[in-house]
């Protein structure tokens, strides 16, 4: 399909609107597409639109076994993001000896884990995996990577796990977790003392962020725009008969 074709090709260049526009078209088209359907929801995620993302995946336990291991991953980290923990877990798990998905899904579980402290169920996960080096699908790799910093990081060995998102910035792809590597080392070199590398990882972060909000409200980049204003407000004529400043 053109258009779902096309969605895709604008998440690889992170035109995260039009990406939108574009797989909601396809879907509309062909609303059994799951895969569609779910970086469709993922699109709108990016744009803030949490509540048309729910709407899009809102009966997924009907379709999610029609769907393969590689999405039912994918959606897994969506539902994540919209405070469906349990769910997720539970469909992570289901795809831990998947041939195809299983280190995936294992490498996501454990920074889902990592991140309610669950840190020995954490641990043990992480020592299932593969060595980073052996892998050769970059966003694998560097999600890899990624768990094994941040459980470094709560074992005290802060140093260590910067050493390994410094270098994860080197590898091919890596604009694919920029924005989230930066936040991370801004943190841990926060918590090294090194404030200096601390703000300028911020630094790059925030660029990064503003680049996609840009997207959103364009006049954002005006030379004469207000940094704080970021959404219209919309209300009826009656409602506005009625404000009270």
Not at 14 to 41: F, G, M, N, Q, W
Not at 57 to 83: C, P, S, Y
Not at 117 to 131: G, I, Y
Not at 228 to 239: P, W
Request: some cysteine; aromatic content about 6%.
């Amino acid at each position: 399909d053109f258009l779902a074709s096309m969605g895709f090709l604008e998440i690889e260049r992170k035109r995260i609107v039009k990406a939108r526009d574009l797989l909601l078209a396809s879907l509309r088209l062909r609303p059994v597409d799951t895969e569609v359907r779910i970086y469709a929801a993922l699109m709108c995620m990016e744009c803030g639109e949490e509540e048309t993302a729910r709407e899009l995946l809102r009966i997924w336990k009907l379709w999610v076994n029609a769907t393969d291991a590689n999405l039912q991953v994918e959606l897994a980290g969506l539902l994540a993001r919209l405070g469906e923990n349990t769910e997720c877990e539970v469909l992570l798990r289901a795809n831990l000896d998947d041939p195809h998905s299983g280190n995936m899904a294992r490498t996501r579980l454990v920074l889902l884990l990592e991140r309610f402290n669950r840190l020995d169920e954490a641990r043990q996960l992480l020592a299932q995996l593969p060595s980073a080096e052996a892998i050769q699908e970059p966003a694998l790799r560097g999600e890899i990577i990624e768990a094994q910093a941040v459980v470094a990081a709560r074992d005290k060995d802060v140093s260590h796990a910067r050493r390994m998102l410094e270098n994860l910035l080197e590898v091919p792809g890596a604009e694919r977790w920029q924005t989230t590597t930066w936040f991370l080392l801004a943190k841990l070199c926060d918590k090294l003392g090194d404030y200096a590398a601390c703000m300028e990882y911020l630094r790059l972060a925030h660029a990064s962020q503003m680049k996609i909000a840009a997207q959103l409200v364009p006049e954002l980049i005006e030379p004469s725009a207000n940094p704080l204003h970021i959404t219209n407000f919309h209300v009826t004529a009656e409602q506005f008969r009625q404000w009270k400043p």
